[in-house]
């Protein structure tokens, strides 16, 4: 049972001519069949001769090359096409005449060049056919060579209709594929600036602390163990970043914070300097898609922005898990003129990639200096919808 299973799979793995080779040979054995005679495929309309040594010539070019016809189109429908001219001027009526449309439907598939020069030449090998088989005596007349032409079109034009549908396919799936790398290049950019710009700023404020603490070892030292473990974090985050990068990673993002959620982040924001009041309402839910991470980026950015401008003024962070949604809200005091020496505003990309992701899941984001002198971050990010 479990061979027959296979068997589609075994198959698909053959050589195509290896695949190909069974309806040349059914197509020869066929042109032997009593039940098919009176049936065959072929122009002229002359008395039909006895089965003889060319008649085996033109069965063999009409039914072999079929084998090849998708590896080789040019070669195939050059042979089946002298074979049909050798059975229609020996006038030798056989079933494998059919191999002449299905050689043309093939060809006008899969022939890659001088598609014009194949269908010009094909064409003026077939009226020099008609030419010769109504000198020979042929009852056919002008509208029977008219007509099984246009059967031959038909099966070229069908070949040449299911390629541009291929054609099309593949360049809908490559701009897809583009489409998609694009927007991955654009998430690990937003994550590149988020991981970068957090991490750094807390470096740098404690950096910039521990010149002043060399009287006080202990707290220096204290500074400089957390600078190392942000040192530390950010390593981390940026190799699983550079990795989503690699031509051979098959890792993908996960979709939830990092270890230790809004609590850790709040508390490497503290020791960085800033003040922070956090609160977390609500109990998140088993699933959220990638809300949860979502609303990590807005919480971070926010923090990272405090670290930047507000010079020490306290920070409020909250958190709400609802059923549908999860809300934050991040008001930092002050004009922002208090901003860190050396430290200077960027244009904003980490707002706008946080208003971008929110967008994506279906939510609402803004950020703005409120007439209460607060700077507010509020994001909405429906769990229901994310994905």
Known sequence: MTTLRR?????????????????????????????????????????????DAPAGVALALLCLPLAVRRRWPAACIALVSLGFLIAGLGSYHLVAGTALPIALLSTGLHLDHHRRTAVLLLSAAYASLAVVLARLGSTEGLEGFVTFYLLLAVAWCAGAWLRSTRIAEAERRRRVAEETRTAERAHIARDLHDVVTHHVMAIIVQAEAARYLTATPDRLDQVLTVIAATGRRATT???????????????????TPPAGGFLALVKQTRQAGQPVEFTEEGTPAESTGSADLVAYRVVQEALTNALKYAGGNPTSVRVHHGEQEITVAVDTEGSGSGARPGLHEGGGRGLAGLRERVDVLGGEFSAGRRDDGLFAVRARIPTGSAS
Do not use: C, I, K
Request: glycine share 4%.
């Open 7 to 51: 068997l589609p799979e075994l198959w698909h793995r053959l050589d195509v001519v290896a695949r190909d080779l069974p309806l040349a040979l059914l197509l020869a054995a066929m042109s032997f069949l009593p039940a098919l005679e009176g049936h065959e495929t072929q122009v002229g309309d002359l008395p039909a001769r006895p089965f």
């Open 237 to 255: 985050d940026l190799r699983y970043l550079l990795d989503l990068l690699n031509p051979d990673h098959r890792g993908t993002e996960p979709s």
